[in-house]
């Protein structure tokens, strides 16, 4: 049974381009959240969602962010127009439904750097 | 809001000795979960040990245990007969029990060396 998947493991941008990151949660996994975490940093989350809907996006910066779980395919966040401090870990995490009561899993991350 | 601290940027521990890292955490709620997660030098997030706030006895998963202290609001996870293989950061996390959004709110961390 494969864990949460990210891709890629590492990203390298430059400045002003456009950065999409990847998560497919567990199987049989429905919500996806994502996490961000800064060096020397813990992780700060920043959007939670379901398949087509956005629950809490809370934590989502309000410009050049945003993220999707499209009803087919894997959860994407989406960052325009990078700058250096978008460099970063990208964590997805997947869970079953809302109040199941099961712990959230991660993935390996992605880290983002910025030229 | 909810706040987690971690008021040990650092800690080490001889090999099969035993430490305890601490976590203090602010809420309002009384359903809640709480968590412990380890992230070695490869960046995974692997989940160590869990506790539900409802639960008065404290979690225990092989050499790793708690001590949950809700009116305290004290979450410490004691490793026994440390090893080499757990050297890496620790995080403490809440996450509220039901309703709403279910995301983790997570501490600064606390890095870990085991000396051989």
């Known amino acids: 049974n494969a864990g949460v998947m990210q891709n890629p493991r590492h990203l390298v941008r430059r400045r002003g381009q456009e950065a999409r990151l990847r998560c497919s949660p567990m199987k049989g996994h429905s919500h996806v959240y994502w996490y961000r975490q800064l060096p020397e940093e813990g992780l700060k989350f920043m959007v939670y969602l379901q398949k087509e809907n956005i629950i809490d996006e809370s934590g989502m910066p309000k410009e050049r962010f945003s993220a999707e779980f499209p009803k087919e395919g894997p959860s994407i966040l989406r960052i325009q127009q990078v700058v250096r401090g978008d460099s970063a870990a990208y964590f997805c995490?997947?869970?079953?439904?809302?109040?199941?009561?099961?712990?959230?899993?991660f993935g390996d991350g992605t880290r983002l750097s910025i030229l | 809001a909810q706040t987690v601290t971690q008021s040990q940027p650092e800690m080490s521990v001889q090999e099969a000795e035993t430490v305890t890292l601490s976590c203090t955490y602010d809420?309002?709620?009384?359903?809640?979960?709480l968590f412990w997660y380890k992230q070695p030098p490869s960046r995974q997030m692997i989940l160590v040990i869990r506790q539900e706030a409802y639960k008065q006895q404290n979690a225990t998963e092989n050499r790793f245990s708690v001590n949950f202290q809700k009116a305290a609001k004290s979450f410490s996870l004691k490793i026994s007969d440390s090893q080499l293989g757990d050297a890496a950061m620790y995080f403490c996390?809440?996450?509220f029990g039901k309703g709403g959004s279910e995301k983790l709110v997570f501490g600064k961390g606390t890095k870990l060396t085991v000396n051989p």
């Open positions: 809420t309002s709620e009384s359903d809640y979960y």
């Open positions: 995490a997947s869970s079953p439904m809302q109040g199941s009561n099961q712990p959230q899993h």
């Open positions: 996390a809440f996450q």
